[in-house]
């Protein structure tokens, strides 16, 4: 026996063939230990002192955001942002976001959703600082838009100030319509009734050799259970009274529910809008886009996607009016900017709000095109007109804030919309009459609101 | 030749087709997504709808494209991290409990071992929450430590599958290595380590795969794009590019590549790790 | 020692979140304000108040068994045909355990692709025989038709691997004995192979059930948070992420854990007590 060696390892070289040579291990530790040195080193910039803003984008209307923080930084120079862009559902990651511990420092907030984030304690109630600043808050007050502006105040707080107006209206191909030899209405005021909406819609939907549509009349840009809405609220129903923490909707109000049935029967029964089905390879932007439908509903959110489609030629115009409805009307849709209670970035947060919200910043966004202001100085500026000159309707966008019906505010949203989501779609799909609402959405939805 | 054996080779040349048959139908429907995303990866938006499996002029500017979209680099080293540290600790600290537990005998042992594996029952779901709190009270939230640390120091199923296959090496080497003076350290670092290495490239292969798939976990703690792993970013990706379709399958191509190497590299460890990762308890 | 780390991580990743989520489904907490002790109220509106409740058994119900039962069925059949030793078979069983080493994040990105309404392969093919375009996920019926094809697709492998382990460990002489007796292949399969490998099939079963209850990342991805079209793939897994992350009620979501964790515990139970009198009848 070799005296050296230890018995136990001519035993295993007996035992097992390709014994795990410690070489082996070393050679795959210094693998990883190469990649984790590389990784680490390439993250050092970690925890770095930027100012954190939260905000949803479509690419195009990213790009145009970009432009205005930008601009920001570049009179700010001592403030870097970084931006955070939300997924699909902003508010379930804010949620979760600020439920972690790590809020972003400014949010972009929406009227529907913001009173679920103050009543949780994590928004800033900015009052406090507008009293400090009496010039600027008597200047803001006077410029804003009161349906815009007091849809952020929730329990005697104001927990955010609006950025732009994105209640929606219609957008419609000039080159369809001309060759149609159609006009549709250029002014609120002006208003087109549901009947001759469809019978445009009908007029413009045109169809193939094998009855397949190669251009439809309506198709929907926002999420379907709010236009379906938004069609009720023109019929004279508000979603909701009062409708700021409302302890009940009007779901099962009989206005209500025809103006969502006659939005259903555009696709099932009057076929002049696609059904989901048809929408899933194409989506409905990219339809209007290029050029295969006539209208698309949507709000400014969408305009930088449209103005940059090669080729489409758009208009704007309003929304129509059901039989029970007074006058045409959107939704006071818009967007606020926030700060986070907790925030350790507070007077370099309120400068960044200050500027996106305040005059300064909000001539900036008209010029851009990235918004309609909420500011009623820069709704009416040059540059705004300038940026959509190729609007012809420009009362559309200019005087759209000014009508404007709020959309409930209350903290139980989440749920209420999980409820909408599952009791419109069968009405949506054709498969149920919206006089469904009656039974099982009402009670749901009213359950939810008195359970707060 | 009789017509019996004719017979008998025509029903076996028979036997022969249909089983080929069978399998290179299971082998498509195996295949196809797969294939049917890498054919998709290739083609205009246009074009995508085109019944064919390879384009004529395959666009391979759609992955270019992926590069522009996400900073797919930075995601791919930072799941190559945290995949990374994840495996070395497991493996480490696993195969040191899972040794203890098999051959070093303390009181409590088998109360503690017990215990182990009724955590294995526990479902996911249960403790993601309280998770979630944890790392929030670390301040943990949106950094790397919440990706790594929770599975750095070993997992109950790791240290699970170590002990049983130390149990299965001959107690011998032991015996020998106490003859020979050596204390417990040594004789785990020494002797029996160099010896586990089917069990080792089992549970670093399942602990790789598990941490580059994973998902719910950096959905709920990861909001910045730099630290952010590759499964969390393809969903990014799809939320705000839902329809284009080529650079979306070409992501999820790129993607699948590490891991198919992998596959096709550690097949049998793979394989392995899987059927173990099943037999609990026995 | 040996194990204090990984003794460590186990209790503070598992056994602290096992306990605190079972003290957090007696409150009411939004993670924000302070908790506030509640008692059973969870429990009650679990079963009587919440109507999501009803939907989410029912789905998750539907989903499990949509899933569990054809990937027995399908994966004994692969098994069995891959439990051959003829030539390139070797191939042919790389290929079809591909699927295991993807992860469901990026094979429900593939499959939606592969199930668009218009540009799908699916929809492609069906066409070539005549059949028009299914909604795959766009109507609640297919929506749920499709999640479970996924989720076979992606089981099939795995049970596929421990069945065919089991298949190889049958003695050759027993196959032999009853080709002498004059039993065909089909006979042998039902009469030797089945029954010996009885343990692994109701392995198979027991982890595919525990699977499938708790899908998250496939549903999510292939359907949405919300559960899909009108809440036609609303399982337990998604109805737990929306009551804990986007409602944050997590007092709720813990007691809906925990009630999850109770149905999976006796359908095991149940499932070793049906396998253990089966065998003691044999």
Redesign the interface.
Known sequence: MADNQ???FT??ER??S?????RT?LRG?GV?GA??V???L??C??HDDALTFFFQA??EEADARMRVIDEFQRRHPGIKV?T??S???P??QL????????C?DVLMVWELTYAGLAD???LLDLNPILAGDPTYASELKSDSVPALYDTFEYKGGQYAFPEQWSGNYLYFNKKLFDDANLRPPGRWEDAWSFAEFLDFAKRLTKRDASDKVTQWGFVDTWVPYYSAGLFGMNNGANWSSPWNNPRRMNFDDDAFIEGVQFYADLANKYQVAPK???Q????TM?LFARGQSAMAMGGHWRYSTFSEAGGLDFDVTVLPVGPKGHGSWSDVGTTGLAIAADSPRKQQAWEFVKFLTGPVGQAVIAETGLFVPALKSAINSAGFAKAHSRVHNLNVLTGGPARSRHLPVTPAW??VD?LM??NF??VL?GVQSATSFKTDLAA?VDKVLRNQ | MSSLTERVIKFNVLRAIALYTALTVMAWCALFPILWAVSGSLKKERDVTAPVLLPPHPQWSNYGEVFALMPFWRMFLNTVFYAGCVTTGQVFFCSLAGYAFARLPFKGRDVLFLAYLGTLMVPLTVTVIPQFILMRTFGWTDTPWSMIVPGLFGSAFGTYLMRQFFRTLPNELEEAAILDGCSPWQVYWRVLLPHTKPAVMVLAVLTWVNVWNDFLWPLLMIQRDNISPLTLGLVHLQGQYVSRWPVLMAASMLILLPLVIIYAVAQRAFIRGIALSGFGGR | MFIAPNLLAVAVFMLFPLGFSLYMAFQKWNLFNPATFVGWANFHRLFTGDPLFAIALRNTAVFTVGTVVPTLAISLIVAATLNRKIKGIGIFRTVLFLPLAVSAVVMAVVWRFVFDTNNGLLNIMLGWIGIGPVPWLVDPTWAMVSLCLVSIWQSVPFATVILLAAMQGVPEDLYEAAKIDGAGEIRRFFAITLPLIRSASSFVVVVSIIKSFQAFDLVYVLTGGHGGPESATYVFGIMLFQNAFAFTDVGYASALAWVMFAILLVITILQLRFSRRNSLEQ
């Open positions: 230890s018995p136990i035993r295993l035992h097992h390709r014994p795990f040579g410690r291990l530790a990883l990649s984790l590389a990784s680490t390439a993250g910039d970690d479509d690419p970084r955070v862009r997924g699909g559902d508010m379930q949620l979760t976001f600020c439920a972690g511990g790590k972003p949780r304690g994590v989901a089905a048809d899933q390879s194409m989506s990219d989440e749920r999980a989501d599952r779609g069968p799909r749901d």
